[in-house]
């Protein structure tokens, strides 16, 4: 997994397992061939520790934001209108301690159109940890 400036996360495609059934993978995003209901799901970990953080920093707990949020956003093929579709939420006192990671996850059934896309961001993305047995993004026809 990879981060970008635009907050789109990049997924590892060594492994093809979400690009089954026509659908394409391109800069974060997942582009759908076939209508149908389609199972999207997604998790992230996120390290709870700042950048900066030093074992002598008391006040490091301090920089770190109150929440992150987790975010799967549709591309309409249609108009191009990116939309929020899913998110959770984690405030700091459902985190674990300073240096520890959390791990958010979800997933719901939607209709997808010919060609439209659906990506997953999140709003730190500085935070993601970066490990590929704990972040996936995919989805399959229902």
Known sequence: MEKEQTDVIQW???ESSFMGEG???KNGRLTIKQPGYYYIFSQIKLRN???SYSTSDVSASETLPNHWNHYIFHVSSENGKEQKIL???KSRCEM???GDETTSSFGAVFYLAEN???FVNTSHPQY???CE????FGLYMT
């Open 12 to 14: 590892n495609t060594t």
């Open 23 to 25: 659908i394409t993978y």
């Open 49 to 51: 520790i700042p950048l």
């Open 87 to 89: 998110e959770s939420s």
């Open 96 to 98: 674990p301690s300073l």
């Open 116 to 118: 439209d896309e659906v």
């Open 128 to 130: 993601l940890a970066p």
């Open 133 to 136: 047995e704990g972040n996936h």
